[in-house]
């Protein structure tokens, strides 16, 4: 082995600016590639991150998930039911206060009842539809995105009691209503109650920013006509994997419908995965394109070293050695170009994390460019480099193997 070694490194060494030119090939191609995968992965987690911070976790709404079970199902075999219409409930969660109380006793994490009505805002003569959310400013802050994202006022301002109402600036911009003014909202039942706007957030999401209006609780059920209603309690969990577990046993207990993060998004998240089969493809295209420079310097050395050839295989050398020392010679080029590839990468990398830039919507944020730190991404891209070298090395060494030494000797083609 130390013999074949150190003819592979004279082979390769014989030919240096051909052998540099390959490895430079290698080190670019896995450069390029960690540098890809980390920004594209960075982009993935900062989405799947910022859809997990502003959503709840799992959303019990008062909705059934199929058509409650009928009398006659049961006395009969086979049954045929046509033009059913449900009566229309207006309680919403039937007996809140047993499902949060169970809730609480094994929910890992944090959840907040609330109750979700759509009505107008107005003010002065202009008028904004909206959701308009009661919720209980004790339990509201532990899962709601919106309490650290106030440009004026605060959540607490609902703590203090009164008419106080919270909306975005896109709404508030809308209605020209500003921090401090009175502004109308109506609900769908036709009632009004005036309500002060006691803070402004923006949470750089235009549904929520421009069409959600949060209230006190008890003055959402008034608004409503549905006093002491509930229709929604959303969850926080400690772990937002274990999501879709919770969901399904609060739906088997509670009987009403559960919805986990990955249930509302799971056409974003198959979009995701599709995303990452382009992104290791374009991997391992890169990597294929590398593999060529080295099937080129490794065919030409063996097209050059024939008559060597013949002379090892005369003095004894068995076709393995022959096909390990051109193998060998295709993954030296590989593993050179990787570890090359490896310090290209973490530059590119490092230098993508520095960018920064500003977004127009806020005007004066700045942020930088979502990278993701992965040794995965190192390794992945070095196995497809060593894999492609390995590969192109494999082909003139068999065929290299394969020389009748007494046909070169005597010159024959």
Same mark, same amino acid.
């Given at each position: 082995?130390?013999?074949?070694?150190?003819?592979?490194?004279?082979?390769?060494? =014989?030919?240096?600016?051909?052998?540099?030119?390959?490895?430079? =090939?290698?080190?670019?191609?896995?450069?390029?590639?960690?540098?890809?995968?980390?920004?594209?992965?960075?982009?993935?987690?900062?989405?799947?991150?910022?859809?997990?911070?502003?959503?709840?976790?799992?959303?019990?709404?008062?909705?059934?998930?199929?058509?409650?079970?009928?009398?006659?199902?049961?006395?009969?075999?086979?049954?045929?039911?046509?033009?059913?219409?449900?009566?229309?409930?207006?309680?919403?969660?039937?007996?809140?206060?047993?499902?949060?109380?169970?809730?609480?006793?094994?929910?890992?994490?944090?959840?907040?009842?609330?109750?979700?009505?759509?009505?107008?805002?107005?003010?002065?003569?202009?008028?904004?539809?909206? +959701?308009?959310?009661?919720?209980?400013?004790?339990?509201?802050?532990?899962?709601?995105?919106?309490?650290?994202?106030?440009?004026?006022?605060?959540?607490?301002?609902?703590? +203090?009691?009164?008419?106080?109402?919270?909306?975005?600036?896109?709404?508030?911009?809308?209605?020209?209503?500003?921090? =401090?003014?009175?502004?109308?909202?109506?609900?769908?039942?036709?009632?009004?109650?005036?309500?002060?706007?006691?803070?402004?957030?923006?949470?750089?999401?235009?549904?929520?920013?421009?069409?959600?209006?949060?209230?006190?609780?008890?003055? +959402?059920?008034?608004?409503?006509?549905?006093?002491?209603?509930?229709?929604?309690?959303?969850?926080?969990?400690?772990?937002?994997?274990?999501?879709?577990?919770?969901?399904?046993?609060?739906?088997?207990?509670?009987?009403?419908?559960?919805? @986990?993060?990955?249930?509302?998004?799971?056409?974003?998240?198959?979009?995701?995965?599709?995303?990452?089969?382009?992104?290791?493809?374009?991997?391992? @295209?890169?990597?294929?394109?590398?593999?060529?420079?080295?099937?080129?310097?490794?065919?030409?050395?063996?097209?050059?070293?024939?008559?060597?050839?013949?002379?090892?295989?005369?003095?004894?050398?068995?076709?393995?050695?022959?096909?390990?020392?051109?193998?060998?010679?295709?993954?030296?080029?590989?593993?050179?170009?990787?570890?090359? =590839?490896?310090?290209?990468?973490?530059?590119?990398?490092?230098?993508?994390?520095?960018?920064?830039?500003?977004?127009?919507?806020?005007?004066?944020?700045?942020?930088?460019?979502?990278?993701?730190?992965?040794?995965?991404?190192?390794?992945? +891209?070095?196995?497809?480099?060593?894999?492609?070298?390995?590969?192109?090395?494999?082909?003139?060494?068999?065929?290299?193997?394969?020389?009748?030494?007494?046909?070169?000797?005597?010159?024959?083609?």
């Amino acid at each position: 082995m130390p013999l074949i070694f150190d003819i592979a490194v004279t082979h390769i060494a =014989g030919r240096g600016r051909q052998t540099l030119v390959a490895v430079i =090939g290698v080190a670019v191609g896995v450069g390029f590639s960690i540098a890809m995968a980390a920004l594209m992965q960075g982009g993935q987690d900062d989405f799947v991150r910022q859809l997990v911070d502003t959503m709840p976790h799992v959303d019990i709404t008062d909705e059934q998930r199929t058509a409650r079970h009928q009398p006659a199902e049961n006395a009969f075999e086979t049954v045929a039911i046509s033009g059913l219409r449900p009566r229309d409930d207006r309680r919403g969660i039937i007996n809140p206060t047993a499902a949060t109380s169970w809730l609480e006793g094994w929910i890992p994490g944090r959840f907040a009842a609330s109750l979700k009505t759509q009505g107008v805002v107005r003010y002065s003569s202009r008028e904004v539809s909206a +959701a308009i959310i009661g919720v209980d400013p004790q339990h509201e802050p532990g899962v709601s995105p919106v309490v650290g994202n106030f440009v004026k006022g605060s959540f607490s301002a609902l703590a +203090a009691g009164g008419n106080n109402v919270l909306i975005g600036d896109t709404m508030a911009n809308r209605l020209g209503a500003g921090f =401090g003014d009175t502004i109308t909202a109506v609900s769908s039942q036709g009632l009004t109650r005036n309500f002060k706007i006691a803070g402004l957030f923006h949470t750089g999401t235009t549904a929520r920013d421009e069409g959600e209006a949060y209230v006190l609780l008890k003055n +959402a059920q008034i608004l409503s006509a549905r006093p002491n209603a509930i229709n929604e309690i959303r969850i926080k969990l400690d772990d937002p994997n274990r999501a879709p577990a919770v969901a399904h046993r609060a739906e088997a207990e509670l009987g009403y419908k559960a919805v @986990a993060w990955q249930e509302a998004n799971e056409s974003i998240l198959e979009a995701l995965v599709v995303r990452n089969v382009i992104m290791y493809t374009v991997v391992g @295209a890169i990597m294929l394109v590398a593999g060529f420079g080295i099937y080129n310097i490794v065919s030409t050395i063996t097209h050059e070293k024939a008559r060597d050839i013949a002379i090892m295989k005369s003095l004894g050398f068995p076709e393995a050695d022959m096909r390990q020392l051109f193998l060998l010679e295709g993954v030296a080029i590989g593993a050179a170009g990787s570890a090359l =590839g490896w310090l290209l990468g973490f530059s590119m990398v490092y230098a993508l994390s520095l960018v920064r830039f500003e977004i127009a919507a806020t005007g004066q944020e700045m942020t930088r460019l979502p990278i993701a730190w992965s040794l995965i991404h190192y390794i992945v +891209a070095s196995a497809f480099a060593l894999g492609s070298a390995a590969v192109a090395g494999y082909l003139p060494a068999r065929r290299a193997a394969r020389l009748n030494p007494v046909d070169i000797i005597r010159g024959a083609t």
